[in-house]
């Protein structure tokens, strides 16, 4: 690592399915305090980024640096779950225990803080409701996660993910599919837990929602079109070589906006 901060680095990576490569030629850095975006249209590779980085996909070119002893976690799209599965909102967030206490021990030197899947510890349960309580869905705990709101969905989550103690936070389309209000506040959780320290990295569709939040967007299609705040990235030229439209860029308090969304891969 060139800096001590620096939580992950690829540097000219490929990376897609099969032979096809969705991905091309990607070098970026994601440092202790990191709070990004990956903004771009469907099919952009967004989703292949973040698997990349949360080290689930195989690169087919270039390196992957991580920091010694990274942890990361993991927040999918809601729309990927099975909301009938038999679980309770209290068992999905045990789900999210440190991988050294849910299976079978890699080596001998942690056989002494194994045990077998499922049965948690009490220091675990305590964890688990406490974090659930952070996230306003104490109450929440026993009830089946079908019967939950998209909202309360994305905190049952979130607070699944916050279970591993992470580092770097990787988010799937956080905001799709919510109210505004919703949005408001799990962005609002996010730059919580970015404020402790906390990296944080989520795919989104939504520009504009996005550049009023975040400090920094990853403008991808294919490949790293631009990196920086929403002031230097969310320009008409960036915008064009991003999602192939000419798109209109206007000031609003202050705030780069963009008119026409209905291209952006909604």
């Known amino acids: 690592m060139t ?10 990576v490929s990376a897609g399915y099969g032979r096809e490569a969705v991905l091309s030629d990607v070098t970026l850095d994601v440092d202790a305090g990191t709070f990004a975006g990956i903004v771009g249209p469907s099919g952009a590779g967004k989703t292949t980024l973040l698997k990349v980085l949360l080290n689930t996909l195989k690169t087919q070119k270039g390196t992957v640096i991580r920091s010694p002893g990274l942890r990361v976690a993991y927040v999918p799209q809601l729309e990927t779950v099975d909301w009938n599965f038999p679980v309770t909102v209290n068992e999905c967030v045990l789900m999210g225990r440190t991988e050294h206490r849910m299976g079978a021990p890699s080596d001998r030197r942690s056989r002494s803080a194994w045990r ?13 409701a406490a974090v659930l309580e952070r996230l306003g869905i104490g109450d929440l705990a026993g009830r089946h996660i079908r019967e939950l709101s998209g909202g ?5 989550f979130l607070a699944r993910a916050l279970m591993r103690q992470p580092q ?16 408001h506040d799990v962005l609002h959780l996010l730059g919580d837990l970015n404020d402790e320290g906390m990296a944080i990295v989520l795919t989104t569709h939504d520009l504009n929602g996005m ?30 070589e991003t999602f192939g439209a000419q ?9 780069p906006v963009v008119v026409d969304t209905a291209r952006l891969g909604t």
Do not use: F, K, Y
């Not at 770097?168 to 949005?183: F, H, I, M, W, Y």
């Open 152 to 156: 309360q969905q994305q905190r049952m």
């Open 211 to 240: 550049a009023a939040h975040l400090p920094h967007l990853i403008c991808i299609n294919g490949h790293v079109v631009a990196v920086g705040t929403p002031e230097q990235v969310i320009t008409p030229a960036v915008l064009e």
């Open 168 to 183: 770097a936070l990787l988010l799937d389309e956080p905001t799709s599919g919510v109210d505004v209000n919703t949005r």
């Open 116 to 128: 077998p899947w499922p049965w948690p510890s009490a220091e675990e349960r305590r964890d688990a």
């Open 3 to 12: 800096s001590p901060d620096r939580l992950i680095r690829l540097e000219h």
């Open 247 to 255: 798109l209109e860029v206007l000031q609003h308090l202050g705030m």
